[in-house]
Structures are given as structure tokens and as C-alpha cells.
């Protein structure tokens, strides 16, 4: 990890970035969007090697990072269709990061975070390949400091976040920290049982507005915050900062 600017910590190269994970090899696939053409190198076939090697048996997380799932795909679409020339942009839990790529790739100026090291090295080594200027930074939604540093965003993006209980708390705590006014939080889901529960939650501080994608199972919730009131009922961060 050669260098720092900002606080954010930028990544070397692929090579041995899935290694620390378990992953091995690496596969290549190309996205088409609005904006034009994505290249992505990738762990090869990750979920097979997540189920055939049981990863997550110890209780940590297996490298979910390492697959472009649905909801990104179908998220960078909706970013590559938006116009976000010289917009701010975050995104949380990026994994191969391919929204933030959408967002570049039209022009806005992107953070792409998430808490795995394998997530942003892959993500630094795309923007690369893509000719595109992407910063990445480590950041865990219950320690996100990185993101809130930057706040207020124009836009946040996530995509298949909701899919444990576990850690939500944190993401609900730190979303409505991070837009303000016309700023806006897409996230997209693939029907994950705890997605219904966690955009209820979000409609105490935001307007959630949701929208089908060209994916049957993958929705698209679009929050915009709520006018600040005397009572603004933003929750304590889950690390007890506020
Ligand atoms: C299912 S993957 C989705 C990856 C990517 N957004 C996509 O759609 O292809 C979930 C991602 O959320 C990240 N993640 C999960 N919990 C997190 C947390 N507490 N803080 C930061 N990132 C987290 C994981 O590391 C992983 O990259």
C-alpha cells in the first residue's frame, strides 16, 4: 500500500490482492453501459470457490467483494443514465466497485469504499484499466470515517448491502450523515429479507421512491432526505461517536 492523499489510503496492484482472501485466479468480463464499455478483472468464479472452500465457517465474511452481483450491475445502468458531471460520489460496500466506475466514466468525482482490502484493490486496478480516476478508501460502516470526512455527497451509492442483519445498524446510523438538500442514496437490492425492514427504517429521516430494473429480482430505492426539523431523528453512530 504505497500511498495516502486526503486520508484515503490508495491501493498497489492486482497481483496478490485476492490471495490474502483465498481466492484464486482471476477472470475477465466486459459491461456495456450508456456511458460506454466497463473492463473488469475479477477473482475467478468466487462464489463457487466461497461454497467449495466454506468460507465464513470461522464467522468472518466470506469475500462476497469478489463477484459482480445483479444489483451492481444494475446500479452503475441507472449511474450511467444519470447526469453526474462534476458530481461528488461515494459509494459503500462497493466490492468490484462497478457503480463508482459508471459514475467516472461520466464524469463525477468518485470515493469507492468498502472494509475489504481485496474489494479496493481490484476496484483501483479497474479505474486503471479504464483510463478512469477513482479514489478508494477503506471503510467500515461502523468505523466510516473516510465518508463522513467528505460529506455532504451529491449522491451515495450501494448496491446488495442488505443482505444480513448484522451491520445495518451501522448503515442506518450512517446514511443520513452523509447527503443533505438535494444530495440523494441509491441503493439497489435483490429482494434480501432484510432489505423490506431497513428502507422502512430509512423512512424516518428520507422519502424512499422505488423503481423496477431490466433484472426481475433487482430493485432500485432512490432516498432523499427529509427537511431538517428541530427533532431530526438521525440515530447515534454504532461506535457511540455522534
Ligand atoms: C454482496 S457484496 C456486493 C458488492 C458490490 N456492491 C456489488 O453489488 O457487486 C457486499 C459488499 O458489502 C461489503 N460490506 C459488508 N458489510 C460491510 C461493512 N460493515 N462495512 C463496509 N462494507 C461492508 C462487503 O465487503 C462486500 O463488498
Same mark, same amino acid.
Request: contains cysteine.
Given at each position: 500500500?504505497?500511498?495516502?492523499?486526503?486520508?484515503?489510503?490508495?491501493?498497489? &496492484?492486482?497481483?496478490?490482492?485476492?490471495?490474502?482472501?483465498?481466492?484464486?485466479?482471476?477472470?475477465?468480463?466486459?459491461? /456495456? $453501459?450508456?456511458?460506454?464499455?466497463?473492463?473488469?478483472?475479477?477473482?475467478?468464479?468466487?462464489?463457487?470457490?466461497?461454497?467449495?472452500? @466454506?468460507?465464513? %465457517?470461522?464467522?468472518?465474511?466470506? =469475500?462476497? %467483494?469478489?463477484?459482480?452481483?445483479?444489483?451492481?450491475?444494475?446500479?452503475? &445502468?441507472?449511474?450511467?443514465?444519470? /447526469?453526474?458531471?462534476?458530481?461528488?460520489?461515494?459509494?459503500?460496500?462497493?466490492?468490484?466497485?462497478?457503480?463508482?466506475?459508471?459514475?467516472?466514466?461520466?464524469?463525477?468525482?468518485?470515493?469507492?469504499? /468498502?472494509?475489504?482490502?481485496?474489494?479496493?484493490?481490484?476496484?483501483?486496478?479497474?479505474? !486503471?484499466?479504464?483510463?478512469?480516476? $477513482?479514489?478508494?478508501?477503506?471503510?467500515? %460502516?461502523?468505523?466510516?470515517?473516510? *465518508?463522513?470526512?467528505?460529506?455532504?455527497?451529491?449522491? +451515495?451509492?450501494? *448496491?446488495?448491502?442488505?443482505?444480513?442483519?448484522?451491520?445495518?445498524?451501522?448503515?442506518?446510523?450512517? $446514511?443520513? !450523515? $452523509?447527503?443533505?438538500?438535494?444530495?440523494? +442514496? %441509491?441503493?439497489? &437490492?435483490?429482494?434480501?429479507?432484510?432489505? !423490506? &425492514?431497513?428502507?422502512?427504517?430509512?423512512?424516518?429521516?428520507?422519502?424512499?421512491?422505488?423503481?423496477?430494473?431490466?433484472? =426481475?429480482?433487482?430493485?432500485?430505492?432512490?432516498?432523499?432526505?427529509?427537511?431538517?426539523?428541530?427533532? /431530526? =431523528?438521525?440515530?447515534?453512530?454504532? @461506535?457511540?461517536?455522534?
Amino acid at each position: 500500500m504505497p500511498s495516502a492523499a486526503r486520508g484515503f489510503t490508495l491501493y498497489g &496492484d492486482v497481483p496478490g490482492a485476492a490471495a490474502p482472501s483465498g481466492l484464486v485466479g482471476v477472470s475477465h468480463s466486459a459491461v /456495456d $453501459l450508456p456511458t460506454g464499455r466497463i473492463e473488469l478483472v475479477h477473482p475467478r468464479d468466487a462464489l463457487e470457490q466461497i461454497y467449495e472452500q @466454506n468460507f465464513g %465457517w470461522g464467522g468472518t465474511e466470506p =469475500p462476497y %467483494w469478489a463477484q459482480p452481483w445483479p444489483s451492481g450491475i444494475e446500479l452503475a &445502468d441507472a449511474v450511467a443514465r444519470a /447526469d453526474l458531471s462534476g458530481a461528488r460520489v461515494l459509494e459503500l460496500g462497493c466490492g468490484l466497485a462497478l457503480p463508482s466506475l459508471a459514475a467516472a466514466q461520466g464524469g463525477a468525482r468518485v470515493l469507492a469504499t /468498502d472494509r475489504a482490502p481485496g474489494a479496493l484493490a481490484f476496484a483501483a486496478h479497474n479505474a !486503471r484499466r479504464n483510463g478512469l480516476r $477513482l479514489e478508494v478508501a477503506q471503510c467500515d %460502516w461502523s468505523d466510516p470515517w473516510s *465518508a463522513i470526512a467528505g460529506a455532504p455527497w451529491d449522491l +451515495v451509492l450501494a *448496491a446488495d448491502v442488505l443482505y444480513l442483519h448484522d451491520g445495518l445498524d451501522a448503515l442506518d446510523a450512517l $446514511l443520513p !450523515r $452523509l447527503v443533505l438538500g438535494s444530495g440523494e +442514496v %441509491w441503493l439497489s &437490492d435483490q429482494g434480501r429479507p432484510p432489505a !423490506r &425492514d431497513f428502507l422502512a427504517r430509512c423512512e424516518r429521516w428520507s422519502t424512499v421512491s422505488t423503481t423496477g430494473t431490466d433484472h =426481475p429480482e433487482v430493485s432500485l430505492h432512490r432516498l432523499r432526505r427529509h427537511a431538517v426539523t428541530t427533532c /431530526d =431523528p438521525v440515530p447515534a453512530l454504532v @461506535n457511540g461517536r455522534s
